[in-house]
Nanobody, 126 residues
Framework: QVQLVESGGGLVKAGGSLRLSCAAS????????MGWFRQTPGKERDFVAS????????RYADSVKGRFTISRDNAKNSVYLQMNSLKPEDTAVYYC???????????????????WGQGTQVTVSS
C-alpha cells in the first residue's frame, strides 16, 4: 500500500518554472515505478512522465520533453517533477501515481497505476 501527497503547485507566468513534489508513505515506494499525470476539466487524465524504480530510466510525453524532468529520491520517499519553460497549455491539476512494485515504468495509461495522490493545481498565465 502506498499513500501519495503532492505539493508545489501554484500560479506562474509563462516561461517560468515550478517544482512539484510527491511524498510517499509505505514500504513499497522504493520498488514502485512512479508517474506524473495531469488533467483539465472535462478531459481525460494525460500522461506526463514516469520513472523506473531500479535504474533511473524515464519516459516523457512529447509535449513536455526537454522542458520537464522527473526524478526520485528513495531515501526521502519522494518523486519530483521539475517544470521549466512553462506554457499556458500546461495549466492542469497534476497527479502523482505509483505502479505495482517491480513492474515496468514504461506505461502511460492511467488505469495501469494503482495508487494516486489528491492532485495539485498548476496555473500558467500568459
Amino acid at each position: 500500500q502506498v499513500q501519495l501527497v503532492e505539493s508545489g503547485g501554484g500560479l506562474v507566468k509563462a516561461g517560468g518554472s515550478l517544482r512539484l513534489s510527491c511524498a510517499a508513505s509505505g514500504r513499497t515506494f522504493r520498488s514502485s515505478p512512479m508517474g506524473w499525470f495531469r488533467q483539465t476539466p472535462g478531459k481525460e487524465r494525460d500522461f506526463v512522465a514516469s520513472i523506473s524504480w531500479s535504474d533511473g530510466g524515464t519516459r516523457y510525453a512529447d509535449s513536455v520533453k526537454g522542458r520537464f524532468t522527473i526524478s526520485r529520491d528513495n531515501a526521502k520517499n519522494s518523486v519530483y517533477l521539475q517544470m521549466n519553460s512553462l506554457k499556458p497549455e500546461d495549466t492542469a491539476v497534476y497527479y502523482c501515481a505509483a505502479r505495482t512494485p517491480y513492474s515496468t515504468f514504461y506505461v502511460k495509461t492511467p488505469r495501469n497505476y494503482e495508487y494516486w495522490g489528491q492532485g495539485t493545481q498548476v496555473t500558467v498565465s500568459s
